[in-house]
């Protein structure tokens, strides 16, 4: 079954860098799309990322343009997201996704704190 699985969260101070991972089993890694979302609270969760299967192209939000990059590993079957330049607003629970048949996957997500 697919399951996907984050780490890498934690409290850093404005300013400071994380990197996420997310590791996928279950389902054939590299032919698919691979998502970071993330939802602060009170608020919906919004698409922060995307990669496509081979990697070779990829999409961010506004407004974490030029500060996160989101990358693979098809041969270990993961996907990163370093989070540098990091504000308070980018406090909130990151989500790994899989869109497979119109079915969406999630992680259990990894919390994020952007804190002095």
């Known amino acids: 079954q697919v399951q996907l699985v984050e780490s890498g969260g934690g409290l850093v101070q404005p300013g400071g860098s994380l990197r996420l991972s997310c590791a996928a089993s279950?389902?054939?890694?590299?032919?698919?799309?691979m998502k970071w979302y993330r939802q602060a609270p009170g608020e919906e969760r919004e698409l922060v990322a995307s990669?496509?299967?081979?990697?070779?192209?990829?999409n961010y939000a506004d407004s974490v343009k030029g500060r996160f990059t989101i990358s693979r590993d098809n041969a270990k079957k993961t996907v990163s997201l370093q989070m540098n330049s990091l504000k308070s607003e980018d406090t909130a629970i990151y989500y790994c996704?899989?869109?497979?048949?119109?079915?969406?996957?999630w992680g259990q997500g990894t919390q994020v704190t952007v804190s002095s």
């Open positions: 996704n899989l869109v497979r048949n119109r079915y969406d996957y």
């Open positions: 279950g389902f054939a890694f590299s032919s698919y799309v």
């Open positions: 990669i496509s299967g081979a990697g070779g192209s990829t």
